[in-house]
């Protein structure tokens, strides 16, 4: 069955950096796009990152855009988040997605790693 | 900075009928993009309920719907039960945001 495990969630100082990981397994991952996802405590969801199953194309929600990097390792079957420039609306559970086969949906979700932004 | 918009609530007793509505704009849901539906249980990861507007997973009750209208959506919950008390987001794809999520809703069931 599919899992997505997510890692290296933390306590971090506004302007510090952060970075996520997301093993997967349970399919075929150099084939799917795969998502960063986040929500605040007692928020709604937000789109964070996607990149291609390919690394051709990465795109960014505009929070987080020239501070975040996607990337993935398909070879380890690894998803990244890379976080720089941390502020205080970063603190959020950050969950990891598989792109549907079918569209732009959320197939299959992550545990989700908690990164909380406080000085 | 959701750009879908949802009530924030909506409840039923048992075996009841309870609708959600997602409104979205020409720019989502009206240029023709499909909805999608998660499910959030209390402490609990996202589930994806319904894609592509009427679609359901595999598992995933009959009892719960889709459907897309305009610039809106839908999710239907019929026969509610109590396991279904839980945070329901729709989500859509924006052509200038791409990813876009909806404000949630929260069922509960009396």
């Known amino acids: 069955q599919v899992q997505l495990v997510e890692s290296g969630g933390g306590v971090v100082q506004p302007g510090g950096s952060l970075r996520l990981s997301c093993a997967a397994s349970?399919?075929?991952?150099?084939?799917?796009?795969m998502h960063w996802v986040r929500q605040a405590p007692g928020k709604g969801l937000e789109w964070v990152a996607f990149?291609?199953?390919?690394?051709?194309?990465?795109y960014y929600g505009d929070s987080v855009k020239g501070r975040f990097t996607i990337s993935r390792d398909n070879s380890k079957n690894a998803l990244y988040l890379q976080m720089n420039s941390l502020r205080d609306e970063d603190t959020a559970v950050y969950y990891c997605?598989?792109?549907?086969?079918?569209?732009?949906?959320?197939?299959?979700w992550g545990q989700g790693a908690l990164v909380t932004v406080s000085s | 900075q959701s750009v879908l918009t949802q009530p924030p609530s909506v409840s039923g007793a048992p075996g009841q009928k309870v609708t959600i509505s997602c409104t979205g704009s020409?720019?989502?849901?009206?240029?023709?993009?499909?909805v999608h539906w998660y499910q959030q249980l209390p402490g609990t990861r996202p589930k994806l309920l319904i894609y592509?507007?009427?679609n359901r997973p595999s598992g995933v009750p009959d009892r719960f719907s889709g459907s897309k209208s305009g610039t809106s959506a839908s999710l239907a919950i019929t026969g509610l039960q109590a396991e279904d008390e839980a945070d329901y987001y729709c989500q859509s794809y924006d052509a200038n945001l791409r990813e876009v999520f909806g404000t949630g809703t929260k069922v509960t069931v009396l």
């Open positions: 349970g399919f075929s991952f150099s084939n799917y796009g």
């Open positions: 997605a598989k792109r549907g086969l079918r569209g732009h949906y959320f197939e299959y």
């Open positions: 592509a507007n009427n």
């Open positions: 990149i291609r199953f390919d690394e051709v194309n990465k």
């Open positions: 020409s720019s989502n849901i009206g240029t023709g993009y499909d």
